[in-house]
């Protein structure tokens, strides 16, 4: 570790938030210059391809000087602000140790940092101002429900928007929240370009530069394009899946639950998996190996207003209905909230891309490397079917379509696999037969 000045100025450098990341943008301060700071006080908010994560201070002292606005790519090691430290202060990494920390450490930081993002997140409470509670009052939404994502829990406005629009209260968060001046400082200034609000009646070119999900986007499927890969799609009848959620709707009202699709066709898809886990598998392209993966961490592509983020669902292989609900409505909230941490975004090894919810018969989608296979599912729509004695009768019917690595997978073993789904879709009480 390099000499360290006492009672002197230091450059905070940007220390490793993950393994892998190289850079991380800046999101916003919590402190300002001439500012006393204390040790572990949080200091800025950065977001990397990964997660959004809370730097604090390693240090009691002031700052002197903030050296990255808002929205600047800060790579790691790089200083972030300067301080003037305390005569009393302990051990004052420099940029240099810090760098070494890098190298060394950036597993353990990683789960450092992930553990105390979970902290963070398993906060639930009603730590609001007023003018937030009054906010949820006016919207009806009950602010003991609502997930807080401010420091400490703190439930925060566009936590009480994107609740709101969740639960259906409101119209898509992403709208409002560009419309909604308070929350465009919560985007930044710069309008997500994927984000629509009303129509633009300016046509001056504009640039828009990447950033936070958006760039990880655009790294990993620049990536991603150059896997061959192969397309199967096949129409499923949804009628039993329907009948199944509406069921479960009714039935279980108490449990204070929304139930969609997605839950049942996520676990029949993990039931299918586990007869081909050839599906569930990464690719290692140096040492030429696939690694069959133990367990099922489905991830389901979610559009926020900060871009196409992919949380997975752990271990659904042994997860119930109702717990595979409860864990996508908690993904989704943290999601829209760009709250998620490094652990819901890790570690996936297959993708779902509902794309149906919004619209469409069937989307292509690049695989989520190192994963082999990804999942567009189309809308469910009610067309006329011929059924067995040729009479006409309505069906509702989704199209799959399963992109796959083309050199893990075959065609006929993705054929078999989504024969097997399929199965499980249409007649879901086959699930039961294999449940444990
Ligand atoms: N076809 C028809 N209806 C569908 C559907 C489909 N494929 N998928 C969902 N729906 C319905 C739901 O049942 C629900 O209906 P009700 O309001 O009548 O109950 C409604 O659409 C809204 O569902 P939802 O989107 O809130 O919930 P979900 O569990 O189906 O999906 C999530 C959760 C997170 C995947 C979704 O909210 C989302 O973000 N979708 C966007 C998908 C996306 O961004 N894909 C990335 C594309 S780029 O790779």
């Known amino acids: 570790m390099a000499d ?20 991380c943008e800046l999101l916003k301060w919590f402190v300002q210059e001439g500012e006393e700071v204390e040790e572990f006080q949080p200091l800025c908010e950065v977001q990397s391809d990964k997660a959004t994560i809370e730097i604090t201070s390693r240090y009691k002292g002031k700052v002197s000087k903030v050296l990255h ?18 005569e009393n202060a302990s051990i004052l990494p420099s940029v240099e140790a810090a760098q070494d920390l890098v190298a060394q450490d950036s597993k353990i930081n990683e789960l450092d940092i992930a553990d105390s993002v979970l902290k963070k997140e398993k ?31 703190r439930i925060l406005r566009e936590d009480i928007l994107n609740y709101a629009a969740r639960k259906g209260i409101l119209k898509a968060s992403s709208e409002i929240l560009i419309e909604d001046s308070s929350a465009k400082n919560f985007l930044g200034d710069q309008t997500s370009p994927n984000v629509s609000s009303a ?80 599906l569930n598998s990464c690719f290692n392209e140096e040492s030429q190996e696939v690694l069959l993966k133990g367990s099922h961490n489905i991830g389901i592509a979610m559009a926020t207003a900060h871009g ?5 669902i752990k271990k659904v292989q042994s997860l119930s209905i109702v717990e595979i609900t409860k864990e996508l409505s908690r993904l989704q909230e943290l999601a829209l909230s760009n709250k ?34 990804i999942i567009a599912l189309g809308r469910i ?27 893990v997978l075959d065609g006929a073993t993705v054929a078999r696999f989504c024969n097997e789904w399929k199965r499980f879709i249409e007649k879901p009480e086959l699930l039961m037969l294999q449940m444990r």
């Open 4 to 23: 360290l000045p006492v009672g002197g100025v230091i450059d905070v450098p940007l220390a490793q938030t993950g393994e892998g990341i190289a850079e």
């Open 69 to 86: 606005v808002p929205g600047n790519i800060v790579k790691v090691g790089e200083a972030l602000l300067r301080m003037v430290i305390d």
């Open 123 to 153: 906060i639930r409470g009603v730590l609001s101002t007023p003018a937030v509670r009054n906010f949820a009052k006016q919207l009806g939404v009950t602010i003991e429900d609502v997930l807080g994502t401010g420091h400490d829990g």
């Open 199 to 278: 129509y633009v009646w300016e046509f001056e070119d504009r640039s828009l530069p990447l950033r936070g999900f958006h760039r990880a986007m655009a790294k990993s499927m620049t990536l991603a394009a150059k896997i061959p890969h192969f397309q199967y799609v096949e129409e499923v009848n949804c009628d039993a899946l329907l009948d199944l959620r509406a069921s479960f709707q009714n039935e279980m009202s108490d449990l204070g639950i929304k139930f969609t699709f997605l839950p049942l066709l996520v676990k029949s898809l993990s039931m299918a998996l586990s007869k081909y886990p050839l």
């Open 308 to 312: 196409l983020v992919v949380p997975n």
């Open 340 to 373: 998620l941490s490094s652990d819901d975004v890790s570690g996936g090894t297959i993708t779902i891309s509902n794309i149906g919810s919004i619209g469409g018969k069937f989307g292509s989608p690049l695989v989520n490397v190192p994963e082999v296979s």
């Open 381 to 407: 729509q009610k067309i006329p079917l011929f059924d067995e004695d040729g009479n006409l009768c309505p069906a509702s019917i989704m199209m799959i379509n399963i992109s796959s690595d083309h050199r």
